[in-house]
């Protein structure tokens, strides 16, 4: 079974601190894991993929296979990233994606 | 290009009651999936269809059935709604729907409230 875990539910920080939110999964192939970002009354979006190793609005995620872990990071929130962020583990078919629980960014000014 | 789309947007239905949800797939994606998103059980995964074919289904009751058209259109059902049934209704589109590097597209989804 695919499991993910965000173990923040709410993460707060000033703006221009840096940001981790935490992710972490157990699966047993070869993992392939993504990030989602939903802002305020808008539709889930796509922020980044690991196998693409790029970064997006800043923020960077480095999949580390013996922590099983795959954190969002950004060097300085903006108040703009405030929103729900939610990894993702896909499956080996590439047809589901399995979420965690998610975790609500408030960047304070 | 348009994205993937859903009807309707909002709803109410009664206990007892079923309902129809409707998406259309970002144009020439053939793979269409859905997912239910609760404050309580967050997002999870419903189905997933390709080629009219469901290929791949999660741990819900029959209650929750789905179909897709030889367009792509898909449509997914409830029948016999319990309250416990209000939620978000995503619906996702990607292209080929297999293998690694596989994008999945989300639409706005489909807010459905039963009372």
């Known amino acids: 079974a695919q499991r993910v875990t965000q173990p923040e539910k709410l993460l707060s920080v000033f703006k221009g601190a840096p940001v981790e939110l935490k992710c972490n999964y157990s699966y047993s192939g070869s993992p392939e894991l993504f990030w989602y970002v939903q802002y305020s009354r808008q539709r889930l979006q796509l922020l980044l993929r690991?196998?693409s190793r790029e970064s997006i609005k800043g923020f960077t995620a480095d999949l580390n296979k013996g922590e099983t872990s795959f954190h969002l990071k950004k060097p300085f929130a903006q108040e703009e990233d405030s929103a729900m962020y939610y990894c993702a583990l896909m499956n080996n078919a590439g047809n589901m994606l399995t979420f965690g629980g998610g975790t609500r960014l408030m960047v304070k000014p | 290009k348009a994205g993937v789309t859903q009807t309707p947007r909002y709803l109410i239905k009664t206990r007892g009651q079923q309902v129809t949800l409707s998406c259309s797939p970002i144009?020439?994606?053939?793979?269409v999936s859905w997912y239910q998103q609760t404050p309580g059980q967050g997002l999870q995964f419903l189905f997933e269809?390709?080629?009219?074919?469901?290929?791949n289904k999660g741990n819900f009751p029959g209650r929750f059935s789905g179909r897709q058209f030889s367009n792509s259109r898909s449509e997914m059902n409830v029948s016999t709604l319990e309250l416990g049934d209000s939620a978000l209704y995503l619906c996702?589109?990607?292209?080929?729907?297999?293998?690694?590097?596989?994008?999945?597209?989300f639409g706005e989804g489909s807010w459905l409230t039963v009372v």
């Open positions: 690991h196998i």
């Open positions: 144009s020439g994606h053939r793979s």
């Open positions: 269809y390709f080629s009219e074919t469901q290929r």
């Open positions: 996702a589109s990607s292209l080929v729907g297999t293998g690694s590097g596989n994008t999945i597209y």
